[in-house]
């Protein structure tokens, strides 16, 4: 599968996929350029990026994930419980380094924990990333159950702060955070023994055991990276919604599988790149904007467009498995 097999014209199959996103991508912000005046502008690109940098962040956590052939049901409910986290330990006094040191450590021991009992008791991901996900949904609520405004006059400026960029546009520090993660989390994917197991573990568990990599590390490792992201998630979406809520994220992990699969990661594990999670990210957003610029759809046709679109990708891959 992971061999260079030509595809259309040249160009490795394995890469088909991420190129099948980015064109989407492209095609789809061509069609709001051509329909929507000011739909082509730098800010609304900028703003692809603003509004969906924690999202982005949590597909890089997932892309490990995946490729080695699990799944983490969890961090949607874990961006929640750092939201939580945050907002609680800001109102209590706790300074901000500690509250982002209190939340990162929290998000990795919960993905240690899950990935532990995913390697010695051998039960299936789904079930123990499910529980997980209960788990820190629940511990939101016992904080409190109602939403916590940050107050904070540091985090609050660092929300509202803006980098500008040539040609009018500017940023946010999220999206540095994002993209900065993105660059890490390419460079332990394709520049290290770990990110090369993991595709190993992902492509065939058996015949990486035989071949003498630590399979044990990977698969609990790739777990521990996923519950750092989905964290590092929270605290982004606590500076994008400046407030701790038990609500925060309902179903956002499926949305980071939807962004993962749809970049070209295969479900089976040991095929993907984070850059095509990332192009996944930007092509959910895009259809978000779509629909916000035409204005008379119900914000509930993202969805629909995200799960056909889902559909699509998985047959995809389903093809490609068999040839």
């Given at each position: ?72 049901l969890s961090v949607g409910s874990v961006v929640a419980l750092s939201t939580m986290v945050t907002a609680a330990g800001l109102r209590a006094g706790w300074p901000l380094p500690l509250v982002v040191v209190a939340v990162l450590v929290i998000g990795s021991t919960l993905g240690l924990l899950m ?202 891959q389903r093809t490609m498995v068999r040839r």
């Amino acid at each position: 599968m992971t061999t260079l097999v030509r595809g259309v014209r040249g160009v490795p199959s394995r890469f088909l996929p991420v190129l099948a996103t980015v064109v989407l991508f492209v095609l789809s912000f061509g069609v709001g350029s051509v329909r929507y005046d000011g739909f082509a502008s730098g800010q609304v690109i900028a703003n692809l990026f603003i509004d969906n940098a924690f999202l982005i962040v949590l597909a890089a956590g997932m892309t490990f994930v995946i490729l080695s052939g699990g799944i983490d049901l969890s961090v949607g409910s874990v961006v929640a419980l750092s939201t939580m986290v945050t907002a609680a330990g800001l109102r209590a006094g706790w300074p901000l380094p500690l509250v982002v040191v209190a939340v990162l450590v929290i998000g990795s021991t919960l993905g240690l924990l899950m990935g532990l009992v995913i390697h010695k008791f051998d039960i299936q991901p789904f079930i123990v990333t499910l529980a997980g996900m209960f788990l820190a949904r629940g511990l939101c609520f016992l904080i409190s159950v109602e939403s916590v405004s940050i107050k904070d006059r540091t985090l609050r400026d660092i929300a509202t702060a803006a980098i500008p960029l040539p040609g009018g546009v500017s940023i946010t520090y999220n999206v540095v955070i994002a993209l900065l993660v993105v660059l890490v989390a390419m460079y332990v994917l394709h520049r290290t023994r770990f990110g090369r197991t993991v595709y190993a573990v992902g492509g065939n568990e058996s015949s990486a055991l035989l071949m003498g990599l630590p399979t044990a590390r990977v698969k609990v490792g790739v777990y521990v990276i996923s519950g750092f992201c989905s964290a590092l998630a929270g605290l982004l979406f606590s500076l994008y919604m400046l407030s701790g809520y038990g609500l925060h994220a309902v179903g956002m992990e499926l949305e980071a599988i939807a962004a993962v699969v749809i970049g070209g990661t295969l479900l089976a594990g040991g095929v993907g790149y984070v850059l095509g999670g990332l192009a996944g990210v930007l092509v959910l957003g895009t259809i978000q904007t779509l629909i916000s610029f035409q204005g008379t759809l119900s914000s509930w046709w993202t969805k629909i467009v995200i799960g056909a679109l889902l559909l699509v990708f998985i047959a995809v891959q389903r093809t490609m498995v068999r040839r």
